[in-house]
């Protein structure tokens, strides 16, 4: 049996958190077997859809490099189908329809709230002479759902769910404006595109149960299930936007690798053995549904960013010099110079180190782009006044004789000229960092003057240093 997968988001917002892992193994389920995840947007929901949604919804799944095969497919599109399939039940005596007005559905669920039961449908139009139906009410077409025994589905994630069909009530296929539920459009549309796995999350658990009896009266064989536990935050609650971003574009915009998130998103939940970094080609040989888990997962953004620096210090410089530079031109919104461009792979080694993020590895590099004079930090500030100046002179003085300008050479003439002052090199470093970076703080100080060039690191200490 060929394995389809398939991911169905609603178009409503955002490619979150959760729908980004869903979307994860399905991919990687379909890959393991040679198969093909399709895209499904669930647009029935007309009043809520966007096109803006559609489209984060796919730029999402691009940049986290996960593929579906063939054209997305539009639920919304396929309502003749839906509705063909719920007449085709209507006429085999299998569905029928109902005219309860909203009023009778509304008392309905009054009398069974008063009456502590279930809030089900009572099947008062199941059996009932269709002569007797009001003129001024467009029926719907409920599903004749089994009244005795149980639905018993086997997950591949779950085990066994067993629900008693006395439990469920007969639900609305067809709406009265003849409009399919999402119920029927779902089992229509995985029918139709052959899926032969459905991996979701476990709040659908109760669905599979009700969409399974759809494909018991259609004769259908039903794909293989597997539910998922949901995401929740570090504090154990259900994942809310008080846990931080949801959508997976903020997680690009907080710097994270579309590696590193892979690598995440499947650890939450999914295990193999005590393996933390798992790169995508070793997932995909690895990755099973029995190594899912039950319980709901935590997500943790501290966690994810740990992750990501191991994978930016694990990347290639040169393409990490490509990611920087992007980054560096949608901060600065300018383009960088050949200049500037050619100081990144000069530094990025000694910058990749202790950065976390995209936006960090920017943030450490921006003191190689900052134009003169240099916007000081506070404390950077501090250090180039009293008897600063007159030692920046000293200093440029000595560095303007350096013939090679690399580290070697300029190590030496900085710690020769300490000596020849009898000052500790700290005393003569923190105000060369500062007249340099602007900052306090910064890569080694012979790196950065390597970094910036000759010229560059001479103008910005004549910046600071006694006329």
């Known amino acids: 049996m060929s394995v389809i997968t398939r991911f169905a988001p609603s178009p409503t917002g955002f490619l979150h958190i959760g729908g980004a892992r869903t979307a994860l193994f399905n991919w990687l389920f379909a890959q393991h077997h040679g198969g093909h995840m399709l895209l499904r947007i669930e647009d029935t929901d007309r009043a809520r859809f966007t096109e803006g949604a559609v489209t984060a919804i796919h730029e999402g799944l691009h940049w986290l490099g996960l593929d579906w095969h063939g054209e997305p497919i539009s639920q919304f599109a ?12 209507l006429a085999d005596g299998k569905a029928y329809h109902c005219y309860c007005s909203p009023e009778e559905l509304k008392e309905m669920r009054a009398a069974a709230k008063a009456e502590g039961r279930s809030l089900r449908y009572d099947g008062r139009w199941r059996d009932r002479d269709p002569a007797d139906a009001p003129k001024d009410q467009a029926p719907v077409i409920r599903l004749k759902a089994p009244q005795s025994g149980a639905t018993v589905i086997q997950d591949l994630v779950q085990g066994e769910v067993t629900v008693q069909n006395s439990e469920m009530d007969d639900m609305v296929l067809l709406r009265a404006d003849g409009t399919p539920t999402y119920m029927l459009a779902v ?9 032969s796995h459905i991996i979701r999350g476990d709040d659908h658990l109760t669905n599979a149960v009700r969409q399974s009896q759809i494909y018991n009266l259609m004769g259908w064989e039903a794909p293989q299930v597997a539910h998922i536990p949901l995401i929740h935050g570090a504090d154990g609650a259900k994942l809310s936007k008080r846990h931080g971003a949801l959508g997976v574009e903020a997680y690009r915009d907080m710097g994270i690798l579309p590696a ?5 998103l499947l650890r939450l939940g999914w295990s193999h053995g005590d393996d933390e970094i798992i790169e995508t080609a070793q997932a995909i040989e690895w990755f099973n549904l029995e190594s899912v888990g039950k319980s709901p997962s935590r997500f943790d953004i501290p966690k994810l960013e740990n992750l990501n620096s191991h994978y930016i210090r694990t990347m290639a410089e040169s393409e990490l010099c490509g990611l920087l530079s992007d980054q560096m031109v949608m901060s600065m919104d300018r383009a960088l110079t050949d200049v500037e461009l050619a100081r990144l792979p000069l530094a990025i080694g000694a910058l990749k180190e202790r950065a976390k993020t995209l936006v ?59 000596e020849a002052e009898g000052l500790k090199l700290g005393k003569l470093a923190q105000p060369l960092r500062a007249a340099l970076t602007g900052r306090n703080a910064s890569p080694g100080i012979f790196d950065v003057l390597y970094f910036l060039g000759r010229q560059e690191s001479l103008d910005r200490i004549g910046d600071h240093m006694e006329q």
């Open 78 to 89: 396929g309502a003749g189908r839906h509705g063909d399939v719920a007449r085709q039940l």
């Open 187 to 195: 089992v229509v549309d995985d029918h139709d595109m052959d899926v």
């Open 260 to 264: 590193a998130l892979r690598n995440y």
């Open 360 to 418: 960090e590895l920017a943030d450490r590099a921006a003191f190689l782009l900052d134009d003169r004079p240099l916007a000081m930090e506070e404390k950077a500030a501090k250090l180039v006044t009293g008897e600063a100046p007159a030692l920046l002179a000293k200093t440029h003085a000595c560095l303007g004789g350096v013939a090679d300008w690399n580290h070697d050479d300029l190590a030496a003439a900085v710690r020769g000229l300490a």
